[in-house]
């Protein structure tokens, strides 16, 4: 099984600044990588798929990079409404879909 | 807009079954552009996917779950629905159902719509 490793476990920025979050798989997923954003009480949300894609709806602040096993997700300026729990995901050894464990990004 | 609703009870015993209903509304569930899937998160914990299913019945199932795991549609209702038979504590979680692209023959392994959750508990 592919095991996603999600870092930092928790990240704490102040609004306006960068934010960069990581997802490393322990073999190559390809592109096969979504990440969504979770809030308290609210369902996931699907912020980018296939690595890089942006799902509709999502801000242009929010890209997704990377390919093989190192991916990163980037929110170039937080706004307060950013700061949730974020998942990548990915497609395990058919059939399977396996999460990372996640990363809190907290207001500093 | 396409919204999903979970439903079904709150409570269940150990060793008894989990069953949950998703109702699809604002699109058909008989479209032959998506799957339809159900994942879970412990309280406190990360993301787990369950199973999915197209609208013909064909199924995918988490192979960690699949001895326990029933899923099933009904078109006509614009349902689809999870058993999950003898239960322990550690099956207490929010379950959420999703949608998933197809890709090719295939669900794709991202969810683009999802429920807002339901929460069961397993405890007698």
């Known amino acids: 099984e592919i095991v996603l490793t999600q870092s930092p476990a928790t990240l704490s920025l102040s609004p306006g600044e960068r934010a960069t979050l990581s997802c490393r798989a322990s073999q190559s997923v390809s592109s096969y990588l979504a990440w969504y954003q979770q809030k308290p009480g609210q369902a996931p949300r699907l912020l980018i798929y296939d690595a890089s894609n942006r799902a509709t709806g999502i801000p242009a602040r929010f890209s997704g990079s990377g390919s093989g096993t190192d991916f990163t997700l980037t929110i170039s300026s937080l706004e307060p409404e950013d700061f949730a729990v974020y998942y990548c995901q990915q497609r395990s050894n058919w059939p399977g879909y396996t999460f990372g464990q996640g990363t809190k990004l907290e207001i500093k | 807009q396409l919204q999903l609703q979970e439903s079904g009870p709150g409570l269940v015993k150990p060793s008894e079954t989990l069953s949950l209903t998703c109702t699809v509304s604002?699109?058909?569930?008989?479209?032959?552009?998506?799957?339809w899937g159900w994942i879970r998160q412990p309280p406190g914990k990360g993301l787990e996917w369950i199973g999915s299913i197209y609208y013909s019945g064909s199924t995918y199932y988490n192979p960690s779950l699949k001895s326990r795991v029933t899923i099933s549609v009904d078109t006509s209702k614009n349902q689809f629905s999870l058993k999950l038979s003898s239960v322990t504590a550690a099956d207490t979680a929010v379950y959420y159902c999703?949608?998933?692209?197809?890709?090719?023959?295939?669900?794709?392994?991202?969810?683009?719509?999802w429920g807002k959750g339901t929460t069961v508990t397993v405890s007698s």
């Open positions: 999703a949608r998933h692209p197809r890709a090719g023959w295939n669900p794709s392994y991202y969810m683009d719509v």
């Open positions: 604002g699109g058909s569930i008989s479209s032959s552009s998506y799957y």
